[in-house]
């Protein structure tokens, strides 16, 4: 049949393996970076933040890395387990605004 | 992190009616956003508003839409006359923390226009 919307990256994952998504944004005068995880029918949910004057910051199980230079942000999702199945958001906030990324698709397999 | 509420989480409407979508913080907020996701695309910046006014509206933002805070606490999204092209996921935002600056969204109203 028809498919409506963007067509969303995939990253297919073995439960208990490292999960790395990848976000790229275009405004040179964001200064702060989230990422968010929707899973089906709810809201964006708040992972982890990260401000301009670092490179990367920890938290439980996940990891954000900022690369200034060429504008690009990644999640480390450690030991991925089936309840992080869901769509990753990165978002670059300037004046209080979030832009959102297209999203990227996390499938935990067994 | 505060919760938000947001009503209805699913509202059908025939094209052309109005709709009123609800958002409501468990603690009282001056800033307040909307955002909006077509069915599998991103999410998008609708309007901020602040302190009752709106300090900032996107493109999708046009005259068929207007945000108010009624009673002081609800805090509503009104589409004037509604179009096939406005279903979507409807959802509100406020930020929390002064160390975070993290926005925490509400679960959204799914607006279906038939």
């Known amino acids: 049949g028809e498919s409506v919307g963007l067509h969303l990256p995939t990253l297919s994952v073995q439960e208990g393996d490292n999960s790395i998504i990848n976000c790229a944004y275009s405004?040179?005068?964001?200064?702060?970076f989230i990422w968010y995880k929707q899973e089906s029918g709810k809201g964006p949910q708040f992972i982890i933040d990260?401000?301009?004057?670092?490179d990367k910051r920890q938290g439980q199980r996940v990891t954000v890395l900022l690369n200034k230079t060429v504008k690009h942000l990644s999640l480390q999702i450690a030991a991925t387990q089936p309840g992080d199945s869901a769509v990753y958001f990165c978002?670059?906030?300037?004046?209080?605004?979030?832009?959102f990324g297209a999203g990227t698709q996390v499938v935990v397999t067994p | 992190e505060p919760e938000v509420t947001q009503t209805p989480s699913h509202q059908v409407t025939q094209m052309g009616q109005e709709v009123i979508l609800r958002c409501v913080p468990i603690?009282?907020?001056?800033?307040f956003y909307w955002y909006r996701q077509i069915l599998g695309q991103k999410v998008e910046f609708l309007v901020s508003?602040?302190?009752?006014?709106?300090?900032?509206k996107s493109e999708i933002f046009d005259d068929q839409f207007s945000v108010e805070r009624p009673d002081g606490s609800n805090f509503t999204l009104k589409i004037r006359s509604t179009k096939l092209e406005d279903s979507a996921m409807y959802f509100c935002a406020i930020p929390y923390g002064t160390a975070n600056y993290g926005y925490t969204f509400g679960s959204g109203t799914r607006l279906t226009v038939v």
């Open positions: 603690s009282n907020h001056l800033y």
């Open positions: 978002a670059s906030a300037s004046w209080g605004k979030l832009q």
């Open positions: 508003f602040y302190n009752n006014e709106i300090s900032e």
């Open positions: 990260i401000r301009s004057n670092m």
């Open positions: 405004n040179s005068a964001s200064d702060y």
